[in-house]
């Protein structure tokens, strides 16, 4: 899977394998640019770094962006308070598709969610569905860009997050 978030100057990109539970990432800042694979020790850390969540699965369903979706509830184990609504569809057939995520017990791909990083919010609701051949060469780890360690990429993009405030 490959994911893109661009403002003015700012590219993040994701590339996560499901099937090995491997992951990439691309991030470029005005004219630095960066890349970096991460090893599996590195993905133990991203996964630890991660907000624990509760889930409660609901009866609730609705459509969006043209599919069936089912909702589900996950609540912060550190702030009970703290809800967000999860929207999942399993008529995108990815498996594993959570693995790299908050919601691993999702079995369904994700729609609408939250999640926090970098000390913000970072909401994500699809808008629209279309089917493309996508070639190997566009989910290969991009190579412009200087390759760091998963830590240091962390700390960029921490930087960068909180200089938003």
């Known amino acids: 899977m490959q994911s893109v978030i661009k403002k003015a100057n700012l590219i993040n990109e994701l590339l996560v394998d499901c099937n090995d539970k491997s992951f990439a990432a691309y991030f470029?800042?005005?004219d630095e640019a960066c890349n970096v694979t991460l090893t599996e020790i590195d993905v133990k850390d991203m996964l630890g770094d991660q907000q624990k969540y509760t889930i409660k699965m609901t009866n609730i369903k609705d459509t969006m962006a043209g599919f069936n979706v089912k909702k589900a509830i996950a609540t912060s184990v550190s702030d009970p308070s703290d809800k967000i609504d999860l929207w999942y569809t399993d008529e995108i057939q990815v498996k594993n598709s959570n693995w790299y995520n908050p919601f691993k017990e999702?079995?369904?791909?994700?729609?609408?969610y939250s999640i926090d990083r970098y000390g913000i919010r970072m909401e994500f609701k699809a808008k629209g569905y279309e089917e493309v051949e996508i070639t190997d060469e566009q989910l290969a780890p991009r190579k412009d860009g200087?390759?760091?360690?998963y830590g240091d990429y962390n700390k960029k993009l921490d930087g960068l997050f909180q200089s938003f405030e």
């Open 146 to 149: 200087v390759s760091i360690p």
């Open 106 to 112: 999702i079995d369904g791909f994700l729609l609408a």
């Open 28 to 30: 470029k800042y005005g």
